[in-house]
């Protein structure tokens, strides 16, 4: 579960602050998603950098999993990061040296130096989540040989490699056409369902949701860093 408690966050702006988010709260639990739409500059970036603790709120709470986040220290925070959060990034930043099954296995050594057994875990891991992502064969392409739907998976499946209690996605759509986008959003959708991960799901693209999400999700839309209720905002 991921938790903000009425968070604020500002920018330095000339001699003043500019207020990106104002006391947005909002929950996602586990095997959920959040979709947060919102126009371009209202803030949605700065809400999930928040909840990847990648920025620290000027007031209100972090919670994720349960973890007080606000106050830890960086080390502390990377920590939590590589433990229980999962990051998808808007651009798909795999490195063009690894196949898609080593992009995953790097995941798995973060943390130190694996054992023989550790790194036979990280395989079997790696290549069933390649397959539930839809990558089932594809484990030994290079980026470059894949297509921009095909790395964007690679992401979501690295993103999920140590088993998060959370996912944030940024615009995982953006560079896709708007089949191959809704099929991204499905997958995330089901993934979170099938692997009990809280998701919360940063998007500017309000159609690639229509349909797809269930009565147990959210939309949450944001507007000059404020929360408010979305068009149509009752899932069905
Ligand atoms: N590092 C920064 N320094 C100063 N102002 C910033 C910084 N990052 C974002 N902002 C400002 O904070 C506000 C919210 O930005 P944010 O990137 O969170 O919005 P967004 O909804 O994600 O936008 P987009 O859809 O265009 O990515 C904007 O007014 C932006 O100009």
Redesign the pocket.
């Known amino acids: 579960m991921i938790e903000l408690q009425s968070v604020t966050?500002t920018?330095?702006?000339g001699a003043g602050r500019?207020t990106?988010?104002e006391e947005v709260s909002l929950t996602v639990r586990p095997g959920t998603v959040a979709a947060l739409t919102?126009?371009?500059?209202?803030?949605?970036?700065?809400?999930?950098?928040m909840a990847a603790t990648l920025l620290r709120p000027d007031s209100g709470r972090v919670v994720v999993g349960g973890l007080d986040a606000t106050g830890l220290r960086p080390a502390a925070a990377a920590r939590l990061r590589r433990d229980r959060v999962g990051i998808v990034f808007?651009q798909s930043n795999l490195l063009p040296a690894l196949t898609a099954g080593e992009q995953l296995r790097v995941m798995a050594e973060l943390g130190g130096r694996g054992s023989r057994r550790s790194r036979a875990v990280a395989f079997e891991r790696s290549r069933e989540l390649l397959a539930a992502v839809g990558l089932d064969g594809l484990a030994d392409r290079r980026p470059a040989q894949l297509s921009g739907g095909q790395r964007q998976r690679v992401n979501i499946a690295r993103a999920l490699m140590n088993a998060p209690r959370v996912l944030l996605v940024?615009?995982p759509t953006s560079a896709l056409d708007s089949e191959r986008g809704a099929a991204i959003v499905d997958l995330l959708v089901t993934l979170a369902r099938e692997r009990d991960v809280a998701t919360l799901l940063?998007t500017?693209d309000v159609l690639t949701l229509q349909g797809q999400l269930t009565p147990a999700d959210q939309r949450l839309h944001?507007v000059d860093?404020r929360l408010t209720a979305p068009v149509g905002a009752a899932v069905s």
């Open positions: 966050l920018y330095p702006d500019l990106a988010v919102g126009p371009s500059g209202s803030g949605k970036s700065s809400v999930l950098a808007q940024d615009e940063v500017h944001l860093g």
